[in-house]
DNA sequence: CTCGACTCCTGTTAGC
DNA sequence: TGCTAACAGGAGTCGA
């Protein structure tokens, strides 16, 4: 699904829809509008402009206008950007492997007669605009120890639904959050606020190399526990069953014998 | 503050 | 073969 990183190749993606006039503007899927946000709106903003900058925050992608008007999209679980019918990503993890234009949510036409649309089949992503970014954390690509320190600092909750929270770090998924506590040999379950010193800055490292890693490797399921998170699946560093459990809401997979 | 339970949504798949 | 129910998990709400 879509995190951090795809949302980045969406961001790259949409560079090359900067700077062309927008004609035409379908919103028809009125659920897909989030906020205050009206399909007369988002005409009366978009129609013969052009966006100027693309930029995201975490799973967030923005697309400001000339005007200063901004244009937040959501992806949720299954949705993709597509900028002149393509889209940055092929293979999107619990998504569908069929890609169907009935599935565009909110287009955009260019008068050059290119298109900018969200294809997202499950309709949980949505397009606001101007929305409100002042809640989130840092983004997963920016944070550093002492914001990473900090919010861990804070909180009794266990440490990966700390890091899934939105408004601590943006960014990050359930994929990621998984591969990420892997890698750093700690329990998903643990208490935020009991790492020690040493484990913060394991966890930072492998918070970085992770997402560095995965971005260059071509997104969130990229990662080395990717193909054994499922029921029965092994750890591939020692060869454990995986737990299979709920941390924070969501399916989670750890290893017995290492991450603790 | 934190939790689980519930909601939204729908394509895919496991199981009968 | 065909159906149903569970599952996926991003994000929000609500009551305990």
């Not at 809640?135 to 550093?144: F, R, S, V, W």
């Not at 997402?211 to 699946?233: K, Y």
């Amino acid at each position: 699904m879509p995190e951090g990183i795809e949302v980045e190749y969406y961001r790259i993606s949409s560079i090359c829809a900067l700077q062309r006039k927008i004609r035409r503007i379908t919103a028809k899927d009125l659920y897909f509008l989030k906020g205050e946000t009206q399909s007369e709106q988002l005409i009366a903003v978009l129609k013969e402009k052009k966006f100027v900058e693309s930029r995201r925050i975490g799973k967030l992608l923005l697309l400001d206008t000339e005007h200063g008007e901004t244009v937040g999209i959501r992806f949720g679980m299954t949705g993709r950007l597509l900028v002149d019918g393509k889209s940055s990503i092929d293979n999107l993890e619990y998504s569908s492997a069929r890609n169907n234009p009935e599935w565009d949510r909110f287009s955009l036409e260019f008068t050059d007669g290119g298109t900018l649309s969200i294809r997202d089949p499950r309709r949980l992503g949505g397009v606001e605009l101007n929305p409100d970014t002042s809640l989130l954390g840092p983004d997963l690509y920016e944070i550093n120890g002492m914001q990473l320190g900090t919010l861990l600092k804070e909180s009794y909750r266990p440490i990966k639904a700390r890091l899934m929270d939105q408004h601590q770090i943006a960014g990050l998924g359930n994929l990621l959050t998984d591969e990420i506590l892997w890698r750093s040999s700690l329990d998903p379950r643990r208490s935020s606020n009991s790492l020690t010193q040493i484990e913060k800055r394991r966890l930072l490292y492998h918070l970085k190399r992770t997402v560095l890693q995965l971005t260059e490797r071509g997104g969130s399921h990229t990662g080395n526990l990717q193909d054994h998170r499922l029921r029965g699946g092994r750890c591939p560093k020692d060869g454990a069953i995986l737990e299979r459990h709920k941390v924070g809401g969501r399916t989670t997979y750890s290893c017995p014998e290492h991450q603790s």
